[in-house]
């Protein structure tokens, strides 16, 4: 009797443990009860905070714990590297920006990954608003106000990015080109060091996701003179679109995205990717990241490969036109 009973705990612990790893493939070796979702970059910014978001409904909907490996450096390319030596048993993800993915790629020969061949993408996760923000005491308040005062200077106005090829700077060069204004670009690392440089008055604006500008435009530090793309912001929608004052070309959308390692079973890519659809059915997760700019925008499988293919395509365009390079 004692052996039925232990035989019959045993069978429910291991149907237990089978029901908790049903996306893995039978062949798969798991070491860790968990999913590790990569973070190429670090702590505190939009895309740590947007990706902690998104694990913590996607551990409902996988039925396991999901952990935030933040891995920085090499503008993501450390932390994209990672994952794409790791095994794709479905236990390492990555989370990353568009620019990794599709701008990276044609400015750096000397990736220690490349997207098609180490990476399988698994969904578009949401699109970023992105805005181009001045100094709140700035003397302009539009699109056509700033370009009119950047006309009339000696001197072109500075507008910071978070470096070279990054895609704050390469929305400097479309709107060098859309406004046939010139423009003196200044490279920083990162988002942030450029904003406090913006509100400090040091440089005359930059371009910047709306996860990070908007707490300081809702402050009063930083006032958006126009969003990027054909749409406004459901976050701020007092913010018009740079097309919609005049300007059309200043296009591109940032977006962030989970990604795999390669050669995963595209039967488990396609059960990930209709768990990321489900959390992001999830409304408190539609209204915490609509309130910081970014829009919760599903892409499956081979329609965010095609977007991938694409924009990479634009964006290569852009930086030969534009003559862009990078340090290797």
């Known amino acids: 009797m004692v052996g039925l009973i232990v035989g019959a705990a045993r069978r429910l612990s291991l149907a237990g443990l089978a029901l908790t790893l049903a996306l893995v493939p039978a062949h798969a070796q798991l070491q860790e009860p968990f ?4 973070v190429p970059l670090a702590t505190g910014g939009p895309a740590d905070f947007i990706a902690r978001q998104l694990a913590e409904r996607l551990q409902t909907q996988l039925k396991t714990k999901v952990i935030i490996e933040n891995r920085p450096g090499a503008n993501g390319a450390t932390g ?7 095994e794709p048993d479905g236990r390492t993800l990555l989370f990353a920006t568009s620019g990794l993915l599709t701008i990276t790629p044609n400015l750096d020969n000397k990736l220690s990954f490349y997207p098609d061949s180490d990476l399988t993408p698994i969904a578009r996760v949401v699109v970023n608003g992105t805005a181009l923000v001045v100094k709140a005491s700035a003397p302009y308040s539009t699109m056509a106000e700033f370009i009119a005062v950047a006309r009339s200077k000696k001197e072109p106005p500075t507008l910071g990015s978070a470096g070279v090829g990054n895609i704050t700077h390469l929305y400097i060069e479309l709107l ?14 990162g988002v942030g060091p450029a904003m406090v440089d913006v509100i400090a008055g040091t440089i005359d604006g930059q371009f910047a996701d709306l996860p990070a500008a908007l707490p300081q435009i809702k402050g009063g530090t930083l006032k958006a003179l126009g969003l990027v793309g054909e ?6 929608p007092d913010i018009p679109t740079i097309a919609e004052q005049g300007y059309p070309g200043v296009t591109g959308a940032s977006w962030f995205g989970l990604f795999a390692p390669a050669k995963m079973d595209p039967k488990l890519a396609g059960e990930i990717a209709s768990k990321v659809a489900g959390a992001l059915r999830d409304a408190s997760l539609v209204s915490s990241l609509q309130s910081v700019g970014s829009e919760p925008s599903f892409l499956p499988l081979q329609d ?5 293919a694409h924009d990479r395509a634009q964006w290569a365009a852009i930086i030969r036109e534009r003559n862009i390079k990078i340090d290797n």
């Open 231 to 236: 749409t406004r912001s459901v976050a701020a």
């Open 304 to 308: 965010f490969a095609a977007l991938i």
């Open 80 to 86: 994209a590297g990672y994952v794409a030596t790791s």
């Open 35 to 38: 999913v590790r979702m990569v």
């Open 176 to 189: 060098k080109s859309v406004t046939k204004t010139d423009m003196l670009h200044v490279p920083y690392r």
